[in-house]
Each structure stands twice: as structure tokens, then as C-alpha cells.
């Protein structure tokens, strides 16, 4: 059989087809215990590897890393839906939703940024339902590409503004009481994003994976998280 390196721990087949997808990473299956997730970009990984190790030395829930090589990153396989697909599937509440991601961003606030700097703490920067794994363990949060040092209030604002992009799109709209029910608990139980919102919204508007009809509904999902605080 003919192989390539897969970079980073190990040799895919040529022909290795993924098994899962994200809106800029693919998913390879390496064993039983083990994942490749590839850019497809070229993206390199290794600041993401680097955050994802500094929580996980904090005992914060995130998937081990064994290896890293340009755009491409080794990591623990996880059992279990995303949040997002158990909501769907019925088998958690809205007010289980919004109270898992206020305990994960506290628990993410409590740890210091690696560079120390007083006020600044890691930062995820897109933690929503689909970015969290409902495992046996617990939920662990995955997808660490935005993560960097920030404020706790801008991580917050993130999260809020995704809840809301959800609430208020119609492609969603089995989900729109969910989401809705969902943001106003966690946002009932997190710190206030009100700080944060501004720089959110603008980094959000500024994301090339969104389409111009979820760019459209900013002023409203900002209206949306204004109208709880």
C-alpha cells in the first residue's frame, strides 16, 4: 500500500478518507485511541497544541494532544455527541445547555494566561454546543483554533453571540426556543459580556467562514444579548 506522512505521529493511507468534517478541518481516524484532525488551509497548529496543553496542566476538560506538525494535530479520540446533537436529540434541556457553558467559562477563566499578564486569561473564543463533547467524563471542549489570551468578558460575548446567531436564523428554526431559553441561562449564570460585546461583534463580522445571511443578523443577536443584561 502506498502512504504518505500524515505529519505528526504517524502514516495515513493515500487514499484516507475522513470521517468527520468542520467548517475548515477534517477528522482521520488513526486507532482506537487516537485522531488526526487536518486544515485544509495548512493552517499550523501548534499555538492551538500549546493552549490546549496549558489548560489540560489546569485540569480544565479538553482533549489530549499527542503530536503536532504543521497543519496537522494528533489527538485523544473522543466518545459521545456534541452538545449540540444531544439538544437535538432531545436528551438535554435548554437550561442544561446554558448552565454547562457558564461552568465551562468559569472554569476557563479561573486559569491563568500563559504569559501571565494580569487580567488576561485563555481565551477559547468559539465555545458553543457543537464544540463541546458530551462524554462519559463530562463535557470537553474541542476546537481550540481561536484560542488566545483576552479578556474573560470577550469570551463570554463569543459564546453569547453564536447562542443568538442559532436563536434568530431561520435555517435553525427547531432550535430557536432552544438557543433562546439556552442564552438567557447562561447568560444569567456567566459574568457580564457587556464589556466584551463590542470587540465580539467586530471580530465575529470579520470571520470569512460566515455566509452574508448570518453576517445580516449581528444587530439583531447584539439586541438579543443586550435585552438580557
Not at 43 to 66: I, S
Amino acid at each position: 500500500m502506498t502512504e504518505k506522512p500524515a505529519g505528526a505521529g504517524g502514516l495515513l493511507p493515500a487514499d484516507a478518507e475522513p470521517f468527520a468534517f468542520g467548517r475548515d478541518a477534517d477528522i482521520y481516524s488513526i486507532d482506537d485511541d487516537w485522531v488526526l484532525r487536518r486544515y485544509r488551509n495548512g493552517h499550523p497548529v501548534r499555538d492551538e497544541a500549546d493552549f490546549m496543553r496549558h489548560v489540560a496542566r489546569h485540569g480544565y476538560p479538553v482533549p489530549a494532544v499527542r503530536d503536532v506538525d504543521g497543519a496537522d494535530m494528533v489527538l485523544q479520540r473522543l466518545d459521545g455527541p456534541t452538545l449540540g446533537d444531544a439538544a437535538i436529540a432531545g436528551d438535554l434541556s435548554a437550561t442544561e445547555i446554558g448552565l454547562i457553558h457558564a461552568d465551562l467559562h468559569r472554569r476557563l477563566q479561573a486559569i491563568p494566561a500563559p504569559s501571565g499578564t494580569p487580567g488576561r486569561v485563555v481565551v477559547h473564543g468559539d465555545l458553543h454546543p457543537l464544540n463541546v463533547m458530551a462524554t462519559a467524563d463530562g463535557p470537553v471542549v474541542i476546537d481550540w483554533r481561536n484560542a488566545e489570551e483576552g479578556a474573560p468578558e470577550f469570551d463570554v460575548a463569543m459564546t453569547a453571540i453564536i447562542f443568538a446567531q442559532v436563536a434568530l436564523d431561520p435555517t435553525y428554526k427547531n432550535l430557536t426556543d432552544l438557543l433562546r431559553d439556552a442564552l438567557a441561562t447562561y447568560l444569567a449564570n456567566s459574568i457580564d459580556p457587556g464589556p466584551g460585546l463590542p470587540d465580539a461583534l467586530e471580530r465575529r463580522g470579520n470571520n470569512r467562514t460566515l455566509t452574508p445571511a448570518e453576517l445580516a443578523l449581528l444587530p439583531a443577536q447584539e439586541a438579543l444579548i443586550r435585552s438580557h443584561l
